[in-house]
């Protein structure tokens, strides 16, 4: 692979090369361009130079002439790409230097001011900037859609039974619609979080050049207002160095991750056949080459494995960016991989499990006896000594346990216990204590707000209909 790019190598970089009289070692064209991947930059830096051609004429910086030769050529790069029909060169390093280029090519010498009061050090960061704009926009979608289909859930199962469990062990039924509004709050939160993100980014870096402004009579808020940017940054320093934005996308996704990786492993243990609560449907399952019996929820176990990979993103940026001196350094060009692997894998986790929650039916009947298995309305039982008998919590706590082992002694569930056997242990219990035992009694009690009673999670459909519209 050397070998075959030594004839270019040999040459200097047309773009740069002015005061080199050698060219570069053949590895640097290994460890330089960034064009693989940086190429996902082509409109943003298209739309970006646009602007600033336009501002430079205004301004009277390059003459009006030149600034239409400009647009009209990047306008006949724009369709060469939508065409794929523009070929990238490593050799030119960047999206920057390719479509400069490319529009020398196409235009000839007016070409040559696109450039002026411009470095690709601010070039890189409004490119940077739009694209993570856009990215927050597609996050916050992704993330709605797939609340979209929590909710469905929930309204369907509002009044579900299924165990709530504490340190995974039954501990109270709660319903399956509120168990599916909780991941709505979640991703409420993380929908918060990109759209904070995508707020506070939406600053113009453009105009301030290489690193210390320009000598130029640019405008930069004309600039700042055509790409859409709410102003240009203050600090030309900052502007160039600040990466804290990526961060801080690269946080929310991660957190965002973290979320979804917990549902998606309770999917994972709800549609195994130990629990059976929920079954996949066949498009988002996959079998196995030497089991036939298998159905895997590969999609939820890919998109609880694809955390590890949004947190590593994080960390590496975070890793790249902590002590470096201000202002702008090359090691800032590792940021943009580290963004898309993490855009690209956030993107699809969530379209993955819309899709699959979309398709998701849930075993009402398997999901109630599990309830009914773990004595989960022992805490009613204490509630109603409590409030009926008058006795303190503690106490009441003590009695319902021993109850509790009776009933296990017996294999009853709480509701099936004889009375007598109840009053053996604590005479003062009548055949009222019956009305708070079963499931349905334990989970309609539940009314403190934000608790899991069907009416409750009924107001709580009615607030997230109004959202989510
Ligand atoms: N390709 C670089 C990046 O991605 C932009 C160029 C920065 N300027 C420079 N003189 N190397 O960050």
Redesign the pocket.
């Known amino acids: 692979m050397l070998c075959g790019t030594r004839a270019y190598l040999m040459a200097q970089n047309k773009m ?1 090369g002015g005061r080199f009289e050698g060219g570069p070692a053949a590895i640097m064209e290994v460890i330089t361009p ?1 064009i693989d991947f ?1 190429k996902r930059m082509a409109a943003q830096d298209i739309a970006g130079s646009r602007a600033h051609a336009r501002m430079l004429a205004m301004q009277q910086i390059i003459p009006q002439a030149d600034a239409e030769a400009i647009i009209r050529g990047l306008d006949m790069i724009e369709k060469e790409i939508e065409q794929g029909k523009f070929t990238y060169s490593r050799q030119l ?4 230097l390719n479509i400069e280029s490319r529009l020398k090519e196409l235009i000839g010498e007016p070409a040559g001011r696109l450039h002026t009061a411009r ?3 601010d ?3 409004t490119d940077f900037r739009l694209w993570l704009r856009e990215a927050c926009a597609r996050a916050e979608a992704g993330l709605e859609e797939l609340q979209r289909a929590l909710f469905a859930q929930a309204e369907i199962h509002y009044a579900t039974i299924m165990p709530g469990y504490t340190h995974m062990q039954p501990a109270q039924p709660v319903t399956f619609g509120h168990h599916c509004l909780a991941y709505v709050e979640m991703f409420y939160r993380d929908r918060g979080r990109f759209g904070d993100c995508g707020k506070r980014l939406n600053e113009c870096p453009l105009g301030s050049a ?1 690193l210390a402004g320009t000598p130029y009579p640019i405008d930069r808020d004309v600039t700042a207002k055509a790409l859409g940017f709410a102003r240009p940054m203050r600090n030309s320093l900052d502007a160039v160095s600040a990466r804290d934005f990526a961060l801080e996308y690269l946080a929310a996704c991660t957190i965002m991750a973290t979320n979804i990786s917990r549902l998606a492993g309770e999917i994972v243990q709800w549609s195994t056949p130990a629990f059976g609560f929920v079954r996949l449907s066949d498009a988002f399952t996959t079998g196995s080459s030497i089991m036939p019996q298998k159905r895997n929820p590969d999609a939820a176990e890919l998109i609880r494995g694809k955390t590890g990979r949004v947190l590593g993103d994080f960390v590496a940026l975070a890793t790249v960016v902590k002590g470096l001196a201000l202002a ?1 350094g ?1 090691d ?2 590792e ?2 991989e580290r963004v898309f692997d993490a855009a690209d894998t956030v993107e699809v986790s969530l379209a993955a499990m819309a899709g699959m929650l979309a398709d998701l039916k849930v075993n009402d009947a398997t999901m109630r006896a599990a309830a009914e298995a773990g004595y989960p309305t022992a805490t009613d039982l204490a509630d109603w000594i409590v409030s009926t008998l008058r006795k303190p919590f503690r106490e009441a706590h003590h009695i319902a346990g021993a109850i509790v082992k009776r009933a296990e002694d017996l294999n009853l569930p709480l509701a099936g216990l004889p009375l007598a056997e109840m009053q053996a242990i604590e005479p003062g219990i009548t055949d009222a204590v019956f009305d708070v035992l079963s499931l349905d009694a334990s989970v309609k009690a539940r009314m403190s707000f934000g608790g899991t009673a069907p009416d409750r999670v009924r107001e709580q459909l009615f607030f997230w209909r109004e959202k989510l519209k």
Request: net charge negative.
């Open positions: 740069w960034s940086d390093e960047d999206i920057h470095s690709r050090n070039q890189v960061v290489a702008y090359t800032l060009q940021d943009k």
